[in-house]
């Protein structure tokens, strides 16, 4: 009986050490596959907007707002292009819009800026890849059908916008 009583304690240790050991092992498994990836040094990252391509496709864009209102939009814009979007970092890759407004001065050509809000990557976007982008987006004060709403890509601080790979959407400022 004595032998008994010995081997029971030691089974008993020998599992709660391999519960915890076991433990410990999965614990690690989980941070590891929830940590995201290291950026390679060989990622060749976009840094000129001659480089940029997108593809977009509209998820929420309204088709009118109210005069001075402002929403967020959705959209998809997927990299078409050789380089991955940096999503940090100088210069980061980001989203901006503008309005082109011709009741102003009679021209699609006037433009109408906000450099206030845009639409920043959460993770790097490889060539092939694709991001959902929420932006916040301000109406014109001006009342009017047919606006354009002009989304683009832009490095912030290495040469800004480009005007080949927008995205226009006509809204009703109402």
């Not at 941070?31 to 976009?46: C, D, G, L, Q, R």
């Not at 102003?104 to 433009?111: D, K, L, P, Q």
């Not at 109406?139 to 890509?153: C, D, E, Q, V």
Request: charged share 20%; aromatic share 8%; hydrophobic share 40%.
């Amino acid at each position: 009986m004595k032998k008994i009583c010995r081997s029971v304690p030691v089974a008993i240790l020998a599992v709660l050490l391999l519960t915890s050991a076991c433990g410990q092992k999965e614990m690690t498994v989980q941070t590891a596959e929830a940590a995201p990836p290291a950026p390679s040094s060989k990622t060749a990252y976009v840094t000129r907007v001659k480089d940029i391509l997108v593809e977009y496709r509209p998820i929420e864009i309204p088709a009118s707002m109210a005069a001075g209102a402002e929403v967020t939009i959705q959209f998809e814009a997927k990299n078409m292009g050789k380089s991955t979007w940096p999503s940090h970092g100088t210069p980061p890759f980001r989203f901006g819009y503008h309005w082109s407004d011709p009741k102003r001065t009679g021209s699609w050509n006037a433009v109408v800026w906000d450099d206030g809000n845009r639409g920043d990557l959460n993770l790097d976007v490889p060539p092939g890849g694709s991001a959902i982008i929420l932006m916040k987006v301000k109406a014109l004060s001006t009342r009017g059908k047919g606006y354009k709403l002009i989304i683009a890509p832009l490095l912030e601080t290495n040469g800004g916008w480009t005007t080949d790979v927008p995205y226009v959407a006509a809204v009703d400022i109402t």
